[in-house]
């Protein structure tokens, strides 16, 4: 079995593991790849190379999440529009696990080192998804609490590639983030992590970001998430941070 991914129509980033996950959870293992030649660039029109970004994001991020859930790719020139395409977003992946109780989940690094990452996103897209100021503080106090931190970049020109990322989350034994992006690595897996939802709160609320967890009550963790998995309802204050170490 295989399924279509419109690079037209659907983004060329994190979002594409929500895909992975739900395709291989129906055992679908083969993607193909169309319009690459149109690949979606609405969502850095304000950049001077908007096209070059989503190249960049799909060949450093989506093609090597392809590798890491062993799915094999083709990448097509023809524009399929009859083909139903198979896509989902993380409130679909909510919903097919409550259905069949199973959602695939990427496979972790069994083994332990004694650190915790902070993932730190600066985005030239969405800046109230940012992680705050407070993070560089928390670094400082878990320092002098002898835990050691490896700091994590997140951003348009991934540093890191997505397996360094990932062998990173996996040993740690604790991974401090803001929600979506890279944290996809996080909750579909059995890593253990703290993921802050931003912009849904009084002073800092975002509409777009409000709906995108519109289906989530609050203080809920993803009905597949693991007993050290858990989704921080609050802005990441130093205040928050401190509470949630």
Not at 143 to 172: C, G, H, M, P, Q
Not at 225 to 243: F, G, H, P, R, V
């Amino acid at each position: 079995m295989l399924a279509h991914y419109c690079l037209k129509t659907q983004p060329a980033q994190w979002d594409f593991a929500h895909f992975i996950v739900l395709i291989k959870s129906i055992n679908i293992n083969h993607v193909i790849f169309f319009n690459l030649e149109n690949i979606q660039i609405n969502k850095y029109v304000h950049c001077s190379n908007p096209k070059e970004i989503a190249l960049n994001r799909f060949h450093k991020i989506v093609l090597p999440l392809c590798n890491l859930a062993n799915v094999t790719y083709e990448i097509k020139n023809y524009d399929i529009k009859e083909k139903k395409l198979i896509w989902a977003l993380q409130d679909n992946a909510c919903y097919f696990y409550k259905v069949n109780k199973y959602l695939w989940k990427f496979n972790s690094v069994k083994e332990k080192s004694n650190y915790v990452t902070f993932t730190i996103r600066n985005s030239i897209r969405n800046k109230f998804r940012d992680s705050s100021q407070s993070w560089k503080e928390f670094a400082k106090i878990l320092a002098d609490k002898k835990i050691n931190v490896k700091i994590i970049l997140d951003n348009e020109l991934n540093s890191i590639t997505v397996e360094e990322r990932f062998k990173l989350y996996s040993k740690a034994t604790m991974n401090y983030t803001v929600g979506n992006g890279p944290a996809a690595l996080l909750y579909y897996s059995d890593m253990p992590y703290k993921l802050w939802i931003k912009g849904i709160n009084p002073g800092n609320y975002n509409e777009n970001l409000a709906k995108l967890w519109s289906s989530f009550k609050r203080d809920e963790n993803f009905p597949f998430a693991e007993a050290n998995q858990n989704l921080i309802w609050e802005e990441d204050t130093l205040e928050s941070l401190l509470k949630n170490i």
